[in-house]
């Protein structure tokens, strides 16, 4: 296991675990399941909601990884760093600027190009 220093180091190697778009359009809905279900505890003041937001989040995750990516899930070797990666690969998809960081990477196609 590698351990990597800067989330800089670690953001090729998390998407080259997410090459297949399916496993990214999956983790970004992911990612966007637990917004949601933050927005519906803050506005509906729905507390016990909260325990829902992991299985949001990390369910189609998981999912992606067994059945679409088939490789083991890069949040049980580095918890932390995956987290940070789910999100930033979101942003980087909301923004339009995801192509270019997977082309660095060298990995094929965003969800733009399925």
Do not use: C
């Not at 003041?45 to 949001?56: E, G, H, N, V, Y």
């Amino acid at each position: 296991m590698r351990e990597y220093q800067t989330f800089a180091e670690f953001f090729p190697f998390y998407l080259r675990q997410h090459a297949r778009p399916r496993t990214r359009f999956f983790h970004i809905a992911g990612v966007g399941l637990t917004v949601l279900t933050f927005l519906t505890v803050l506005v509906l003041d729905l507390p016990w909601l909260l325990l829902a937001a992991p299985l949001a989040g990390y369910g189609p995750a998981w999912i992606s990884h067994a059945f679409i990516e088939r490789n083991k899930p890069a949040t049980l070797t580095y918890p932390l760093w995956s987290l940070r990666g789910d999100i930033w690969m979101s942003v980087l998809w909301v923004s339009g600027r995801l192509d270019a960081e997977l082309e660095r990477a060298g990995v094929g196609p965003s969800l733009s190009s399925p």
